[in-house]
């Protein structure tokens, strides 16, 4: 749980930075490009998600095998149908980047499409992670209270037992 600014300036968890750098030690990464992400509405989820620029990698395969089977399926050419494909899911990202400390800008976009407030919730989820308002946490994890209750104790920790 991070609180966001009048600017829409959030700090991305240290955690998440960790891995983040971690994974980039490991690639060859373009000079500038250590301390961003690529961040985007989540296709099915009020939430955004965001990755690092060694996951764009993945998502191209992973979009590259879809375009195949719905081109065979179809009878298209499966570069055509790759090229509408992954400018749909890598189109709708913006490039953030971030300052040594974690600190960085949510697209005003983006916040106001998942009604990202005061508050963000950051949520791990795999090789990305997720970036939630309070409210559409609470809905989404509805059916799981422990899970609800422990954003619900980070958000009050974070407000000084205020909230």
């Known amino acids: 749980m991070n609180g966001v600014d009048a ?25 500038g490009r250590q301390r961003s992400v690529m961040i985007g509405k989540h296709d099915r ?10 996951h ?10 879809r375009a195949r089977i719905k081109a065979e399926a179809e009878g298209l050419f499966a570069n055509d149908v790759y090229d509408d494909m992954i400018s749909r899911v890598l189109g709708r990202m913006h490039d953030v980047s971030y300052d040594g400390s974690g ?19 950051f949520v791990g989820s795999g090789d990305v992670f997720r970036i939630w308002s309070p409210g559409n946490f609470r809905t ?11 954003m619900e104790q980070a958000l009050s920790a974070r407000k000084g037992g205020r909230g």
């Open 103 to 121: 600190r960085m800008v949510l697209p005003a976009t983006l916040k106001g499409k998942v009604e990202i407030g005061d508050d963000a919730v």
């Open 140 to 150: 989404e994890y509805a059916d799981d209270p422990d899970l609800v209750d422990d």
């Open 7 to 31: 600017k829409a300036r959030v700090s991305l968890p240290a955690v998440f930075r960790q891995v983040i750098e971690l994974r980039l030690s490991k690639e060859e990464i373009v000079e």
């Open 45 to 54: 989820l009020k939430c955004l998600q965001a990755f690092d620029s060694t």
């Open 56 to 65: 764009v990698a993945v998502i191209k395969q992973t979009t590259r095998e």
